[in-house]
């Protein structure tokens, strides 16, 4: 099994399932210099892999991830080179073809939100504490914002964002930021059964399907139709759209000839 091992986090290609694994559980995941560094080589190794087509995101310990590393930006270490490079990251995960799955334990807070809400899905263990205070530390919570008012709309993220409160599972599910609260025992268990899912879609209309949603907000009707019309071209020349097609028309067979047998009798 492909592995790529790095200071903070490692990722491991499993034919067409892939784990980007936070690795810094002695510092609750959070992101420091080499944790930035480290996530944009683990997205580009990620896109340089075709065969992947869903990734789990998750976090070693008893956190997802802290966010970023307040001691290292206390003493003026986190530079504004620093902010740019974390952006990078996240937007690189944002942007992989694969479908993307965050498995949420603890600490899901600040940038450990942003970097699971810059993913596809987010499955979060009933023990999950959740926050984006980023004004209480005097920053901006980088694009995290916007992609909350995205995600849940404005009203819902300027409540979310500008008081920086730490919020439950529960919650989250209610404002809609996460899409299923299990118990941390279940939660390996049941991001593996919804990987598995995707993977028995065909992947040439997730991609398409995925993409069109998170272009929602930057094209108007007229691009995303002839996106639309070029996906569709690409869905239906797909070999997966193929096997659909031909399980369909066996299976109308089997039909036609059971209701055959049944009008003879």
């Not at 914002?145 to 964002?161: D, Q």
Request: hydrophobic fraction near 45%.
């Amino acid at each position: 099994m492909p592995r790529l091992d790095l200071e903070t986090m490692y990722c491991t290609i499993d034919g067409p399932l892939a784990r980007l694994q936070l690795n810094r559980p002695q510092a609750l995941n959070a992101g420091n210099w080499a944790w930035v560094n480290d996530l944009v080589t683990a997205t580009d190794y990620l896109k340089q892999s075709t065969e992947t087509r869903v990734i789990v995101v998750g976090g070693e310990g008893r956190a997802f991830c802290s966010g970023l590393d307040v001691k290292e930006l206390s003493q003026g270490h986190l530079t504004l080179e620093w902010f740019a490079q974390w952006e990078k990251g996240v937007t690189a995960l944002s942007q992989l073809d694969a479908i993307t799955i965050a498995a949420v334990q603890g600490y899901c807070l600040g940038g450990g939100l942003q970097l699971a809400i810059a993913c596809d899905l987010i499955i979060s263990s009933d023990d999950a504490i959740y926050s984006i205070p980023a004004v209480r530390e005097g920053v901006v919570a980088a694009l995290g914002p916007m992609r909350l008012a995205r995600m849940i709309g404005v009203s819902r993220a300027k409540y979310l964002c500008l008081l920086g409160h730490r919020f439950s599972p529960e919650e989250a599910l209610d404002l809609g930021v996460v899409h299923e609260v299990v118990p941390l025992a279940e939660l390996n268990t049941r991001v593996q059964a919804i990987a598995h899912e995707l993977l028995d879609i065909p992947f040439t209309a997730l991609k398409h399907t995925r993409r069109q949603i998170n272009n929602a907000f930057d094209k108007d009707i007229a691009a995303l139709t002839e996106d639309l019309l070029a996906g569709q071209v690409d869905c239906l020349a797909s070999p997966e759209h193929a096997a659909v097609m031909e399980t369909y028309r066996q299976e109308m067979a089997e039909r036609q000839k059971e209701a055959a047998k049944k009008a003879v009798q």
